[in-house]
């Protein structure tokens, strides 16, 4: 709460009502609109990026206006922003904090970096099981190769 | 009911591979039976094989089932541009069961969501061919009595070689001592020695095969592929070293018995076929008696 009160924090200007996205990894902002879809809604949305942390090194920070996640939505955010932080507002006020887990599978939002894979060839929806949370490592349900971090691409 | 695939040796657990490899040692004894008449198997090979098309084949035909399919892809649909779905929905229609092979990672998973008969992989690229895996287990245990505490040494291509992956991950569920020998090009990839290491399975890895045969109980041989090398130099170098003769078996332990999945090329001297302890031949044998048990617990027949 200090946090978004702080003036020294305040480069990107304050929402009246909706959800504040901290501590995305700058290299992943982009990543993370497109998961969310930000870049097809009508909502007042202001973003930073390349902002100096003091744990993530460069961050990003989103601010939606007028807008409220569901946690499986969110969740969706894990693969590339790990330790985003969401600060839902009312009234310019912080009412809820909440983190983002990565889920257990993950389903239609990753692409198989195994060019020779099925999901590459035909209409079929990525499935992985998550083999490891940290780094993000996905083992595909078909080709049964791993994605990891570094190779991660979003559909 | 949900209808039950094979397409991953991990799709069993050990109580059914146990089962598998009783039911495959009854058809040994009795391997013409009247089992499938009535039933028709398809065996859509997208890409050509010898030895697993035909001893498919010849496990139903044996059984008194009926088979159909296509033996490469320019002879199916698939040359009209049709999508793997639509081949099998349609395929679906026609057989009660679907044995595939096809070049796409992944392929023969998708196709057992789609069908609803039961679905074998066959090999899906360079993934799975966990009847393959199956079969080599049935040969080891035929010739061991058992799968506890083995050694097997491994040799050739390591790094590509999809059968050697699986056959370390079905024996890694026994109390198995392996032995690693293979070019440093081929070596057998980290996350395989990482798992034996999280099991605490014991393993070797050397370049000198003469070191480590003598203490083996299986010896499974693999091609070593002249277009795995990034520099043929280096294949002209290795490519004499892990060539197996008969004159390296004298040491080597009774019961010891060499495997192969084939087709071999040099990687087995000749020499070795007459001894008592090349198996290979056998081994492919086997490989119809394990189909005819897995085909025949997948349609719950047995």
């Known amino acids: 709460m200090k946090n978004i009160n702080d003036p020294k924090q305040l480069l990107v200007s304050a929402i009246e009502s909706g959800t504040v996205i901290d501590h995305i990894p700058a290299s992943t902002l982009f990543k993370v609109i497109k998961i969310l879809g930000l870049d097809k809604i009508r909502n007042q949305i202001t973003f930073g990026t390349n902002l100096n942390s003091k744990t993530d090194g460069k961050k990003a920070i989103i601010k939606i206006a007028s807008k409220f996640f569901e946690d499986d939505d969110i969740n969706r955010i894990a693969l590339v922003a790990p330790n985003a932080k969401l600060n839902i507002i009312k009234d310019y006020q912080v009412i809820e904090k909440r983190v983002v887990s990565v889920p257990d599978t993950i389903t239609a939002i990753a692409k198989c970096m195994n060019p020779k894979c099925i999901t590459n060839f035909e209409k079929v929806t990525t499935r992985f099981r998550v083999v490891s949370k940290k780094p993000v490592a996905l083992k595909c349900h078909y080709c049964e190769k791993i994605t990891d971090q570094e190779r991660l691409e979003i559909i | ?302």
């Open chain 2, 1 to 302: 009911m949900k209808t039950r695939s094979l397409v991953s040796i991990d799709d069993l657990n050990t109580d059914e591979i146990a089962k598998i490899l009783k039911l495959a040692a009854e058809f040994e004894k009795n391997p013409v039976q009247e089992i499938l008449s009535g039933k028709v198997v398809a065996t859509l090979f997208f890409e050509p094989s010898t030895r697993t098309r035909l001893s498919f084949e010849s496990a139903v035909n044996k059984l008194g089932g009926k088979v159909i399919g296509f033996t490469d892809a320019s002879s199916s649909s698939v040359s009209k541009g049709e999508t793997l779905n639509d081949t099998i929905r349609t395929v679906n229609n026609y057989a009660d069961m679907i044995v595939m092979r096809h070049p796409i990672e992944g392929s023969a998973r998708y196709a057992s969501e789609i069908a609803t008969v039961p679905v074998i992989n066959a090999g899906d690229g360079a993934n799975q061919h966990p009847t393959q895996t199956l079969l080599d287990l049935y040969s080891i245990l035929k010739t061991q009595g058992t799968l506890d505490h083995l050694n097997i040494c491994m040799v050739g291509d390591l790094k590509y070689g999809r059968t050697v992956h699986s056959l370390l991950m079905a024996m890694s569920r026994w109390s198995t001592s392996f032995n690693f020998v293979a070019p440093d090009e081929l070596k057998m990839p980290d996350e395989y020695k990482l798992y034996l290491d999280n099991l605490g399975l014991e393993y070797k890895e050397t370049a000198d095969l003469a070191s480590v045969i003598d203490n083996a109980d299986i010896i499974y041989m693999t091609r070593v592929q002249r277009e795995r090398f990034s520099d043929p130099m280096e294949y002209e170098k290795v490519k004499n070293a892990y060539v197996l003769y008969d004159h390296m078996l004298s040491g080597t332990k009774t019961g010891m018995k060499i495997l192969h999945p084939l087709p071999r090329v040099n990687e087995i001297n000749p020499d070795v076929d007459s001894n008592d302890k090349a198996y290979y031949f056998e081994q492919a044998l086997n490989g119809v008696y394990t189909r005819q048990a897995i085909i025949c617990m997948l349609l719950g027949l047995k």
